[in-house]
């Protein structure tokens, strides 16, 4: 369904890195306003906060949109996608993951990879403000990982609205995905990743006295990040166990509800690799394009969205075709 119109990546940006970087620096939408604000109450105190943004007629359907590492629900990517589908009618919903955008200060505790329990929670919530209305979820990058994991693992429950999911650019095996980023071609990469989760760090010492001191000053690469703070503040042995436990490819057996992982060959920091002897599952369409980077897919030409957002037009796409074709599965 997504191949109607095959991604080709734009001849003036080659490569995963110029895919990487333009497709998340151009066309950058400013803040969207949002209508409604919710906080979800976690099961240890923490604070969860969505965003909703209603359409200007009848909804049909609700998109949960979750941002990636180190950003929040004004990432570019997620508030390009928002008027797409609000012009659709949907619904649209954008989570800040623990401590992110106006969740900031009312979380404690880190969001990581394995937080598959937020997840659950942020779907629960959507559902019970909007029970019989179908839900499409998307989830990029780390949070791909996370939606992809509580999808197959079946720990937390999976609210019965859910209709499809789609994965974008999901580093799903933790490991090799961390090696890559310590390559020198990611070192900017690597160094924005601290530096931002460095910046998230000191803001919890700010606001919860009793937050540990972590070794900020001994974390370089974002590896060390989930050597030193990721995994002993999450009861993990080290950044290795982490990845192990938390790595979503080990669950997609399970996966029972529709779901598309849109990915590229050329991502600079989930190599293609990653993809490699992924679990036969029907439910499940990996769709590895040559081109796009993380997060990118800048197309050759405009799609019918107008735009060269190749990714936009694919996850309206997806959605579009799941609510016009499937009802919600119950778990």
Known sequence: MLDSIPFQPAWWAPGGHLQTIIGYYSARKASVQHDRVHKVQLDDGDTIVLLENRPAKQARGAILLMHGLGSDAEAPYINRLVPLFLQKNWLVFRLNHRGAGLGEGLAKNLYHSGRSEDVSAAMQMVAALQPEMPLV???????????????????????????????????????????ALRKKSNLLYDLRFVRMLKTAMKKRMQDFGDF????????????????????????????????????????????TIPTVIIASDDDPF?????????PANDNIELLLTRSGGHVGFVHARKTPLGSRKWLEYAIVQYATHMLETLKPKRI
């Not at 949070?143 to 999901?170: C, F, R, W, Y």
């Not at 989930?270 to 992924?278: A, E, G, R, W």
């Open 270 to 278: 989930v190599p293609k690799q990653t993809f490699d002897n992924l």
């Open 212 to 255: 540990p001191k972590v070794p900020l000053y001994e974390i370089r690469t974002l590896y060390d990040f989930d050597e030193l703070i990721t995994a002993p503040l999450n009861g993990f042995a080290d950044a290795e166990d982490y990845y192990a436990k938390c790595n979503a490819k080990q669950f997609l057996a399970n996966v």
């Open 137 to 179: 979820a998307a989830g990029f990058s780390l949070s791909g990982n996370m939606l992809l994991k509580l999808l197959g693992e079946h720990a937390q429950p999976i609210a019965d609205t859910v209709l499809a999911a789609v994965a974008i650019n999901p580093p799903i095996d933790l490991s090799l995905c961390a090696r």
